[in-house]
C-alpha cells in the first residue's frame, strides 16, 4: 500500500512538472481566448469624429485612434481588424463602400448609422441658427423620415451585413441624448428646443433598435452611459457648437468615445 501511494505520488509530482514546463496547465488553457475577426462600419460616431488624433491616412472619414472601435481593439486579441466607419456616412456609404472587409470568418461588426440619413446634421444647424419654430419644424420633418423612411434603409444595411457575414455577432450602437435638460448653459438654445432635440434622440434610436431586433441583432443604447455627461451637464462628454472646428459640433468628445461607447460596445461583444 506504502509503495502504491508512493508512485502515485511520483506520477502526479512528474504530471505537474510537464505541466509547468508546457504551459498547459488547466487554468492556463482555460483562459485562453479565441481570436476574433472584427470590422468596424459606420459614421461619425463610430470613425471617432470629435475625439482628435485621427488617422492621416483616412482622410476626410477622420478615423481617429481614441474612437471605440479603436480602443476595443487594442483592448482584445484579434485575428484581424477592419476599420471602415466614415464621417458623414449614410446607410447607402456603408452599403456602398464600407462592407468590403466582410467575410464569413467576420465574428464581430459594430455599427452606427441612421443620423445622417435622418439630418442630424441639418436639424441642428436651423436649430442653432434659426427660430424656436423653425427648429421645431426641422425636428418633426425628421421624425416623419424616420418614420416613412429609416426602417427600409436600416434593412438594406443589415441584410448586406448579414449576406457578407452570415455568422458575426452584430451589435448596432445607439446615439446620446444631447442635452441635460434644467441644466448649466445659460445660453443658445431654449429649453423647448432641447427637449424636442433629446425627444428626436430617442425616437431615432427606437426605430433603430427595431430594426435591428427585427434582424436578429444586439442594439446597444449609450443613452444611459452618457447621462449626467450631457452638454449643459458641466462634464460633458459631448461638443457643442464648436466654431473652430464646426465638424467637431455634437460629436463625442475622446473621454465620449472611452466612457461612453466603448464600455457600452464591451458589455455587448
Known sequence: MKLSRAAALSSSLLLGVV??????????????APSVDYVALGDSYSSGVGA???????????RSTRAYPRLW???????????????GARTGDVTGSQLGPLTSATDLVSITVGGN??????????????????CLSRIAQARAYVDSTLPGQLDSVYNAIRTRA????VVVLGYPRF???????????SENERIAIN??????????????????????????????????????????VNWLNIGDSYHP????QSGGYLPVLTSHA
Open 73 to 87: 481593439a487594442n483592448a482584445h486579441s484579434l485575428s484581424s481588424f477592419a476599420f471602415t466607419a466614415c464621417s
Open 166 to 169: 452570415p455568422a458575426a455577432q
Open 199 to 240: 425627444g428626436a434622440a430617442d425616437y431615432l434610436n427606437a426605430a433603430i433598435a427595431k430594426r435591428a431586433a427585427d434582424h436578429g441583432y444586439d442594439f446597444a443604447d449609450v443613452v444611459p452611459a452618457f447621462t449626467g455627461h450631457e452638454i449643459c451637464s458641466g462634464a460633458a462628454w459631448l461638443h457643442s
Open 117 to 134: 440619413d435622418a439630418g442630424f446634421s441639418d436639424v441642428m444647424t436651423t436649430c442653432v441658427l434659426q427660430s424656436e419654430s423653425s
Open 52 to 62: 482628435g488624433s485621427y488617422d492621416s491616412t483616412s482622410g476626410n472619414c477622420k
Open 19 to 32: 505541466l509547468a514546463l508546457s504551459g498547459a496547465g488547466p487554468a492556463q488553457a482555460g483562459s485562453t
Open 253 to 256: 468628445t475622446a473621454a465620449g
Open 179 to 189: 442635452y441635460k435638460l434644467n441644466g448649466s448653459c445659460a445660453a443658445g438654445l
